[in-house]
């Protein structure tokens, strides 16, 4: 079954102290992908990466880190969280027509 | 920059049809999609469509394209509770895949 993990699902962290969000697809698409959810403004697009080791900025980088050291994985690191990132974050990975969505990994920051 | 615009919600009696409209800004849009969203879960595929195509049919859910306009819907047939959700449009947006999407319509289906 193809499928897109996240881990954490839910996670409650204080301001400043880093955390990793992690990712996994079992598909072997080359393109993955960082969005966050916010009401009333859809999802907006963090980070994507093309392959392993090409990674490019999307819409609202500002404050996140992603790598793709291997294809199947693609993490998101805040080195030090502020409540303004409070979101509900997804994970997609895609073959170039169509996009797969993670279940979501809900933040606060405190 | 890009824009993807929906209405924010829409109530519909079980049984009924719903339409769900969409507009986008960027001409070179490849792909344009349709993702639900239940409560507390994940992002779901439901139909896609490609920018050459007017109109796609699978099952009870039939998109809609019209190019000139700029303008997507997605109508669904014979709509049950299962439907209530959450519905995002969304258009690709450059030849790698980032998707540009709109803000999302909360359906409502009541009995």
């Known amino acids: 079954e193809a499928q897109v993990t996240q881990n954490p699902r839910y996670l409650i962290t204080v301001t400043g102290k880093k955390l990793t969000v992690t990712c996994s697809q079992n598909?072997?698409?080359?393109?993955m992908s960082w969005y966050r959810q916010d009401p009333g403004l859809g999802l907006r697009q963090i980070y994507y990466?093309?392959?392993?080791?090409?990674?490019d900025k999307g819409d609202v980088p500002e404050g996140y880190k992603v790598s793709r050291k291997e294809k199947r994985n693609f993490p998101l690191i805040l080195e030090s969280p502020s409540p303004n990132q409070t979101s509900l974050y997804f994970c997609?990975?895609?073959?170039?027509?169509?996009?797969?969505f993670g279940p979501g990994t809900r933040l606060l920051v405190l | 920059g890009e824009d993807v615009e929906q209405s924010l919600f829409l109530s519909v009696r079980e049984g009924d049809s719903s339409v769900i409209n969409c507009t986008y800004t960027?001409?070179?849009?490849?792909?344009l999609y349709w993702y639900k969203q239940e409560p507390g879960a994940g992002l779901q595929l439901l139909t896609y469509?490609?920018?050459?195509?007017d109109m796609k049919q699978d099952q009870r859910l039939t998109v809609l394209l019209n190019k000139k306009d700029k303008h997507l819907s997605l109508r669904i047939a014979d709509t049950q509770t299962g439907d209530s959700a959450i519905y995002f449009c969304?258009?690709?947006?450059?030849?790698?895949?980032?998707?540009?999407f709109g803000a999302g319509t909360q359906v409502v289906v009541t009995p």
């Open positions: 960027d001409s070179s849009s490849t792909y």
């Open positions: 997609a990975a895609g073959d170039g027509e169509t996009q797969y």
């Open positions: 469509i490609f920018s050459n195509m």
């Open positions: 990466s093309m392959n392993v080791e090409v990674t």
């Open positions: 598909m072997n698409h080359e393109y």
């Open positions: 969304a258009e690709r947006t450059d030849s790698w895949g980032k998707l540009q």
